[in-house]
T-cell receptor
Framework: EAGVTQSPTHLIKTRGQQVTLRCSPI?????VYWYQQALGLGLQFLLW???????NRGNFPPRFSGRQFPNYSSELNVNALELEDSALYLC??????????????FGSGTRLTVV | GENVEQHPSTLSVQEGDSAVIKCTYS??????FPWYKQELGKGPQLIID?????GEKKDQRIAVTLNKTAKHFSLHITETQPEDSAVYFC?????????FGTGTRLLVSP
């Protein structure tokens, strides 16, 4: 079973530019979560998509947005990049078991550097 | 909102010693508590998890305990090995999302 795949792995952008990050969840998983991990810090919740809809978002400005496609893959868009947006962006795929159990599997992330 | 505190921020042990990392959470409705290991340049990898109807879970050298009354849970690693060196994150599933602790950098010296 393929894991959660994210692309690109690394990206360098200039302040003010826009960026799109991509995530493909594990086959059969319908939920995708996005997290931001700034250098040396913990994971901050960004967005949650399920069945093509945005279900929840964290305390981030509107220039952070995204969407989920019919095949459950997802994009994270960041407009008007700022230096402090430099971080590792992680995507997690959520599975739900028959007994109501669930779990989260993370991809390897996209390292975004804003200069 | 939900908050998860994690201690210590760094932990240095000798190979073969035990390591304990502790977390507390604020949302009493939290019902799922995973632990992740993150190595340099990689995404977090799930190493063990526990649900709110269980007090303790063990998987070889790793164990997790949960005290719902006190709202805290702990990770125990026995017989540590150099390859256990990494950053460990606890998390609690509150309303619709995982909330993470700030991480513990574990260094196991040979």
């Amino acid at each position: 079973e393929a894991g959660v795949t994210q692309s690109p792995t690394h990206l360098i952008k200039t302040r003010g530019q826009q960026v799109t990050l991509r995530c493909s969840p594990i086959s059969g998983h319908t939920s995708v979560y996005w997290y931001q991990q700034a250098l040396g810090l913990g994971l901050q919740f960004l967005l949650w998509y399920d069945e093509g809809e945005e279900r929840n978002r964290g305390n981030f400005p509107p220039r952070f947005s995204g969407r989920q496609f019919p095949n459950y893959s997802s994009e994270l868009n960041v407009n008007a990049l700022e230096l402090e947006d430099s971080a590792l962006y992680l995507c997690a795929s959520c599975w739900v078991g028959q007994g109501g159990d669930y779990g989260y599997t993370f991809g390897s992330g996209t390292r975004l550097t804003v200069v | 909102g939900e908050n998860v505190e994690q201690h210590p921020s760094t932990l240095s042990v000798q190979e073969g010693d035990s390591a304990v990392i502790k977390c507390t959470y604020s949302d009493s409705a939290s019902n799922y508590f995973p632990w992740y290991k993150q190595e340099l340049g990689k995404g977090p990898q799930l190493i063990i998890d526990i649900r709110s109807n269980v007090g303790e879970k063990k998987d070889q050298r790793i164990a997790v305990t949960l005290n719902k009354t006190a709202k805290h849970f702990s990770l125990h690693i026995t017989e540590t090995q150099p390859e256990d060196s990494a950053v460990y994150f606890c998390a609690a599933r509150g309303f619709q999302k995982l909330v993470f602790g700030t991480g513990t950098r574990l260094l196991v010296s040979p």
